[in-house]
């Protein structure tokens, strides 16, 4: 089955072509990640490949389905699934409130019954508890730590049952026991079937969490493979790892 995939997939913003021309397919059921240096573009391809930008050029398409320029919400419905860089809560409501929003602003359930309601306070509660935060439900979510925002971000995106998950820095700011949790999770998710999209700068947590890797630098894919291959590449040691 084919995944995510861009042919020569493009967006400037003024003088600056942040993705150029990106032609890049990620493998479907395997954990994928996308690195590159700071500015190269990861975060925006991510917009593009989630309506959030609509992209200058190119095409985008999920499972052979073509998803250029759809809207947020198609592209969820879709199958794809995806976490913010900054992390995106709601700060003043409760961690439980969060997740219950998440489904409905994701026009799954426009208009839930109280049957269906319980239904999603107790698939919400079983993300919390996975995400090992179901402590916290009545807590208001800027009051939990970084991390644990991370990890309420992360269930209020698997209550929309994403077969593919994007996340963008995930380890950006997480103290390392909640880096571990989230690595476990990763994995244990993937091995329940989804397929992953990882941006990050954690090289360890790169290279022991993924199968594929893609290497960005100004916009383009300059290198993609396993592990192995990319951390002695010498195209991905000059241009990200600056040796
Ligand atoms: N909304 C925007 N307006 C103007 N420039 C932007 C915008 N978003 C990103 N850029 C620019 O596009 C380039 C790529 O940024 P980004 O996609 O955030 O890279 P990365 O996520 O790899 O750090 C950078 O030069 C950045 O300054
Ligand atoms: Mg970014």
């Known amino acids: 089955m084919r995944s995510l995939e861009t042919v020569e997939l493009t967006k400037s913003f003024g003088g600056v072509t942040a993705v150029d021309a990106a032609t890049v397919a990620f493998q479907d059921g395997k954990v994928n990640a996308l690195i590159g240096p700071n500015g190269s573009?990861?975060?925006?391809?991510?917009?593009?490949?989630?309506?959030?930008?609509?992209?200058?050029?190119?095409?985008?398409?999920?499972?052979?389905?073509?998803?250029?320029?759809?809207?947020?919400?198609?592209?969820?419905?879709?199958?794809?699934?995806?976490?913010?860089?900054?992390?995106?809560?709601?700060?003043?409501?409760?961690?439980?409130?969060?997740?219950?929003?998440?489904?409905?602003a994701g026009g799954l359930k426009a208009q839930l019954t109280s049957a269906r309601d319980r239904a999603e306070i107790a698939r919400a509660r079983g993300w919390l508890e996975r995400m090992g935060i179901d402590h916290l439900e009545r807590a208001e979510a800027r009051n939990l730590s970084w991390g644990q925002q991370k990890l309420l971000e992360l269930a209020g995106v698997m209550m929309g049952d994403p077969e593919t998950i994007l996340l963008d820095e995930p380890a950006g700011g997480v103290n390392p026991a909640l880096l571990e949790r989230i690595a476990g999770l990763v994995r244990q998710l993937n091995q329940e079937g989804r397929t992953f999209v990882i941006v990050e700068h954690n090289m360890d947590l790169v290279m022991g969490l993924s199968d594929h890797i893609v290497v960005f630098d100004r916009g383009r894919p300059i290198a993609e493979g396993p592990p192995s291959a990319i951390k002695s590449d010498p195209r991905v040691l000059e241009a990200y790892l600056g040796v």
């Open 41 to 104: 573009g990861k975060t925006t391809f991510f917009n593009c490949v989630t309506g959030m930008i609509r992209p200058d050029s190119g095409r985008a398409s999920y499972r052979g389905q073509d998803i250029t320029g759809k809207a947020p919400h198609r592209i969820t419905r879709a199958g794809i699934g995806r976490s913010f860089q900054l992390c995106r809560v709601f700060p003043r409501m409760t961690v439980l409130d969060n997740l219950l929003v998440a489904v409905r």
